[in-house]
DNA sequence: GTGCCTTTTTTCACAATGTGAGATAATATG
DNA sequence: CATATTATCTCACATTGTGAAAAAAGGCAC
């Protein structure tokens, strides 16, 4: 039996209120929240008191309780796209094993591409690295993320052009274009068929976030495949296994029973 | 000297390093922050690796951190609408003793104002309640809050009329109003001058967030001003420095010396 | 590689501090 | 007004957090 770091039980309780507190949004009392934990009244009124002092939980009428100050402060400061790309990590390396070829996490910022992770054997060397920007139209990860962008904010991506042709199967033309995010946003995924550069295809897929958007893109490159090779497709299922274990990881479903 | 319910100083000290690495951005290893807060290493260790325990941080390479999956959840769980609305009630009803007249606070949601705060004095009898909703374009709090909408969804707004005449000063002409929000955006308050019934009228100026978005609006009502009452502006003066108030108290600047 | 410095992690004795049953006050609820 | 429910306080007890010091693990220059 290791010792190791000893663990602060205290501040885990303390934490787990934190949570459920937040997580009934403001609809209990602390005694029914209490019982819900299975914890004494009188500590969790202690640390209810104490996480209020600390800026972490505001009182509302009638003991019940929301998100404080400093806890709103800590949502400004945090870059959800940053956390769930380290978060998403591990999977995305297992992925890019299992593929054997190369893994992306991308987001979309400021019209462009953002890659945030590449996972994998570098065999036909990748030109993206990571903190780099792509332009979105011509990627596999950028049509994902366009496609469940806003209506508002695709649109106006779309009027924005001009979509520069890299090879001769980039879509350039804006209604194409759309027509493919539409196709893109209904099948869950998409295709990169040479747009980008020659004999280099990938599928990406989107990560969804609990508020229904699309914070990252997911996908995988391969070069050089026969045309009716079934490579990417049989990729493209594992991608969507991927995408939904991360999903379920980050954000599981409550037994809330 | 009162006793009191007694504050748990561990779950404080461990909280206030929580938002000590958040606030870092994980740019600074373990010791040179400990060294900031003036903890002892070791206690700031056990802090760290207990919050990586429960999800609240997330190590990154080279002894660094993030923040974790738990921290990440309750980000989507909260809705700071509604947890700044409740912050800033103590001002608002502040403000509106001070002016004695009513003062709102609302927000953009679907196109539409939902009211989220009423403070003051009922004399004149005020149609809203909190938690209604009510046309943007014709109040003073909308038109703030359409006045700093990203841009693209402004244009969606203004796109998607009709704006009905409340009265005859409403502004039913998307240019018009477009030209308005302009004006307001630049001058940092609107105006409600009888556009939604008659002799009543009213001052709004918008709550930055830090993002510099406008989350929220606060307003001061009228009725039965003279053309030229100076009311109105003194009361704009008013606003502005409640409005600054509430955000030097919920985002301090930090004398991060 | 070797040596030196910084950072991370463990150990451990001590007491500070969190704990929870129970009493009391405050508040809903009928 | 009576009665439940909930919030808050008190206090004795030992669980549990603390921090100096030592050990282990990286970094980095040379």
Redesign the interface.
């Known amino acids: 039996m290791k010792k190791g ?4 039980s ?3 309780r ?3 209120l ?2 459920v507190v ?2 009934d ?1 403001g609809k209990s009392n602390l005694s029914s929240l209490a019982r819900k934990v299975g914890l004494p009244v009188a500590t969790a ?3 209810a ?3 209020v ?2 800026g ?1 939980l ?1 009182p ?1 009428s009638g003991g019940r309780h ?13 870059e ?1 796209k ?3 790309a ?2 998403a990590m591990p999977a995305v390396e297992a992925l890019a094993e299992d593929l054997g070829t190369t893994v992306h996490l991308g987001s979309f910022d400021g019209d462009m591409v953002t890659y945030r992770a590449k996972a994998g054997v570098s065999k036909g060397g990748l030109f993206t690295e990571v903190g780099g920007q792509l332009e979105a139209y011509c990627s596999g990860i950028g049509k994902v993320l366009l496609a469940h962008l806003p ?3 695709r ?2 991506y779309l009027a924005n052009g001009p979509f520069v042709a890299l090879t001769p199967h980039t879509i350039t033309d804006p209604a194409e274009l759309a027509h493919e995010l539409d196709h893109v946003r209904s099948q869950g995924l998409a295709f990169d068929r040479e747009e980008i550069e020659e004999r280099l295809r990938c599928v990406a897929v989107p990560l969804f ?3 229904g958007s699309v914070p990252l893109a997911l996908s995988a490159s391969f070069r050089n495949l026969a045309e009716n090779d079934g490579t990417l497709s049989a990729a493209a299922e594992r991608l969507v296994r991927a995408a939904n274990n991360i999903k379920d ?3 599981p479903k409550h037994s809330s029973s």
């Open positions: 770091t000893p663990t602060l205290s501040l885990g303390a934490l787990t934190l949570r937040i997580e949004g009124h202690r640390q008191t104490s996480l002092e600390f972490f505001t509302v929301m998100a404080g100050p400093e806890l709103l402060r800590l949502l400004y400061l945090i959800p940053e956390v769930i380290r978060l209506e508002d904010e649109n106006a976030a609990p508020d990881e980050l954000w």
